[in-house]
């Protein structure tokens, strides 16, 4: 009998995060600071929008590239907030989740061979969507020393004559790190210069805290040649309601549509409704929520001073990357020891590619309470290594 698994898909491994979250989950007294995923509800007017397009029997599908009105709102949102300027008609459409976004945009402009430079660490999902589009990942090491930003000095030595995509994480998960529009402008000349193409994932924009976000596809030059990724999980509390959107050019939304319409049709209704009301009266519920984690942020950073943890300071997404290496353990015994012993669950930073070895991935996105706790039981471990 013939082998009835792909052997490309069998050489992915599983999800780093999900492995200390399974565990957790059946463990009493256990807390978790391992999940990405906001503790707030979904701001009450954005659920009631929802509720109501239920009650008014909007269960239908929506067309495939998602609800007019949403897409006018995005196009809208993305202006004021980013300087983003996109046309709601083809440069724009609703994908499920942010997820979604960037495995559609790899598989529409990837052959076999072609090669994207990924910096690492960052979010587990995009290694593995490049290995399933045939592509190969080129992984450039973002450092400590440079606060985990991405210098041109590194693309440099990673560019070659088959490289076609660079992936831009910022703000960054799982380090916290941003990149400023000084800092983001000699990568936009190298960009330009080798005349490749961005997937910006900026599904943390809204979660800045040091100035305004800033989109590398609002550079001169870069709305052609960038897809930005987006979505309402992080900033509007609304991670189950799996709604993602992608920006760009409209010849490549073209194909990442049709991707789109054979593999998923259209995003769910009821959340696209929901997403409309977010983008036209959500404000004031993302500031209050982005004032919540930078307190929490905050906290956490002075409480690892006193413990003696190394940690540098994350402008950005609700996680910290602090450092373990002096412990003389590797990232997975630690929490794998931290979850056995203390009950906390965190992730290894090697979740987020090898590079990521000696830190671990805390997220923030818990009360203040949560983290006293969880905080109490961290110092008792360290005390005891």
Avoid at 38 to 46: A, N, R
Avoid at 146 to 160: I, W, Y
Avoid at 175 to 182: L, S
């Amino acid at each position: 009998m013939r082998d009835a698994l792909s052997g490309k898909v069998k050489q992915i491994k599983p999800s780093g995060i999900r492995k200390f979250f399974d565990i957790v989950s059946e463990m009493d007294d256990a807390i978790s600071l391992g999940v990405g995923e906001p503790d707030f509800d979904t701001p009450w007017h954005i659920r009631e929008e929802g509720i109501y397009s239920l009650e008014k029997g909007r269960t239908f599908y929506t067309s495939n590239a998602g609800l007019s009105e949403l897409k006018i709102e995005i196009s809208k949102y993305l202006d004021r907030r980013f300087d983003l300027k996109y046309d709601p008609s083809d440069e724009i459409m609703i994908t499920v989740g942010g997820s979604e976004a960037i495995d559609g945009a790899l598989r529409a402009m990837l052959d076999a061979g072609d090669e994207v430079i990924l910096p690492q660490p960052s979010y587990v999902s995009y290694e593995p969507c490049i290995v399933l589009a045939d592509g190969v990942p080129v992984i450039v090491e973002l450092k400590e020393e440079n606060d985990f930003k991405l210098t041109r000095e590194q693309l440099e030595k990673a560019v070659t004559d088959k490289t076609k995509i660079l992936i831009m994480p910022f703000p960054n998960n799982p380090t916290g790190a941003i990149m400023t529009k000084e800092e983001l402008q000699p990568i936009v000349d190298f960009v330009i210069e080798h005349d490749l193409f961005v997937i910006s994932d900026e599904i943390y924009s809204e979660l800045t805290y040091s100035g305004n976000h800033v989109s590398i596809g609002a550079f001169p030059g870069m709305k052609e040649r960038t897809i930005v990724i987006n979505g309402f999980s992080k900033s509007y509390a609304m991670t189950g309601w799996r709604l993602g959107y992608a920006c760009g050019p409209q010849v490549i939304l073209k194909q990442i549509l049709k991707i789109h319409q054979f593999a998923i049709m259209c995003a769910p209704t009821t959340s696209q409704y929901a997403a409309i009301e977010a983008l036209r009266h959500g404000d004031d519920d993302v500031e209050k929520m982005r004032d919540e984690y930078d307190r929490r942020r905050r906290f956490l950073l002075n409480a690892f001073e006193e413990m003696g943890i190394e940690c540098f300071e994350p402008y950005g997404a609700f996680y910290m990357f602090p450092s373990i290496k002096k412990f003389g353990m590797s990232s997975d015994e630690f929490a794998t020891r931290l979850l056995k012993e203390e009950k906390i669950a965190v992730v290894p930073g090697t979740a987020f590619g090898d590079c990521g070895e000696g830190f671990l991935r805390i997220s923030y996105a818990y009360s203040i309470d949560d983290l006293k706790a969880a905080l109490e039981r961290i110092g008792r471990f360290i005390e005891k290594l």
